[in-house]
């Protein structure tokens, strides 16, 4: 988690600082990062399922409480800082609230989007389990696919909005792949199961690398 935190502030950093077009272009595969923290955490989610005896309830008020209590504690922060600098509310209190809550992300893509992405993947995440728990590399790949075919819904709306909405989600969806991955092979790990290298290399194939 550490490294792909690391890579995530270095895949960031060259919109801020000026470097070479070679040094650029090489940080810049550094966005790996987010792939790799949605793979550990789709991995750390299965251990927490699996080893869950409070019931969905409380398990979903666990999650939750540990994502956003942090996002809204340093987004706090921020917006103080925003305000004492003269920040102004234009568009209203509830666009305000629309975007920090990350929600607008899926609208105008211009709030947090991790944060938008781990709240659908949580939701959802209980049903992944049952499902990989089940049918294993058939569910995953099953799921994989699925997510494929959402990438493949045209974008060719008379409504922009609908176009926006449905390029925010795919733009998720893309990423939630490594997701899926990560709880798959979540439970190969927690039962000290062999996996074959030609089925990890196939799934990093299907995955997106």
Request: net charge positive; glycine share 8%; aromatic share 18%.
């Amino acid at each position: 988690m550490g490294v792909s935190t690391l890579l995530i502030l270095l895949c960031h950093s060259i919109a801020y600082i000026k470097m070479p077009v070679v040094l650029h272009y090489a940080i810049s595969f550094s966005n790996i990062g987010v792939d790799f923290f949605l793979f550990l955490s789709g991995m750390g989610l299965w251990y927490s399922l699996s080893s869950s005896t409070t019931g969905m309830a409380k398990w979903y008020a666990g999650r939750y409480t540990k994502l956003l209590v942090p996002y809204f504690t340093v987004l706090l922060f921020i917006e103080i800082l925003k305000f004492t600098a003269g920040k102004q509310i234009d568009d209203g209190i509830w666009n305000y609230l629309f975007y920090i809550t990350s929600l607008s992300f899926y609208v105008s893509h211009n709030a947090a989007w991790f944060i938008a992405a781990l709240i659908p993947l949580y939701l959802f995440a209980p049903w992944f389990y049952c499902l990989i728990k089940k049918y294993q590399w058939i569910a995953s790949l099953g799921l994989i696919i699925i997510h494929y075919l959402i990438l493949f819904i045209p974008l060719s709306y008379t409504s922009d909005l609908i176009n926006d909405i449905l390029q925010n989600i795919q733009f998720v969806v893309v990423r939630s792949i490594s997701f899926i991955l990560g709880m798959t092979l979540g439970r190969y790990i927690q039962n000290n199961k062999k996996i074959s290298i030609m089925w990890l290399m196939g799934a990093c194939v299907i995955g997106g690398g």
